[in-house]
């Protein structure tokens, strides 16, 4: 129950922020950002105390844990991949570009049309 009434509040705090943007319309446009910012910070620090936003924060760990630990390719491996992708598109541009105009070749040839 008590998650449940931190989350009804930071929804709260985040509308606050949201309905000041807009009571603050006469003011400079900084003052009207820094209190939507302001209504975000206040909600994500009151979401944070919940139980899913524990099990967020907890869940941003173990991604951050798990990024370390991939081995990221070399300049020279990115660079050849690059480049064997690059050639199979163009050559695949080539092929379809073949089959198209064969294939509209046939049709013109089968209803008569002259090209």
């Known amino acids: 129950m008590?998650?449940?009434l931190k989350f009804a509040l930071a929804v709260?705090?985040?509308a606050a922020g949201l309905a000041g943007y807009y009571l603050l319309?006469?003011?400079a446009m900084i003052f009207r950002v820094l209190c939507?910012?302001?209504g975000v910070a206040?909600?994500?620090?009151?979401g944070?105390?919940?139980e899913p936003g524990r099990r967020l924060g907890a869940f941003?760990?173990?991604?951050?844990t798990e990024a370390k630990k991939v081995v990221w390719p070399t300049r020279?491996?990115?660079t050849q991949t690059t480049l064997v992708v690059f050639a199979f598109v163009v050559v695949m541009a080539l092929f379809l570009w073949l089959v198209d105009a064969v294939v509209g070749k046939l049709i013109a040839a089968i209803l008569g049309w002259q090209q």
Do not use: H, R
């Open 2 to 4: 008590a998650d449940k």
């Open 12 to 14: 709260l705090l985040l």
């Open 25 to 27: 319309s006469g003011q």
């Open 36 to 38: 939507v910012l302001a």
């Open 42 to 46: 206040a909600c994500a620090a009151v």
């Open 48 to 50: 944070w105390f919940t």
């Open 60 to 64: 941003g760990g173990e991604a951050i």
């Open 76 to 78: 020279k491996e990115t």
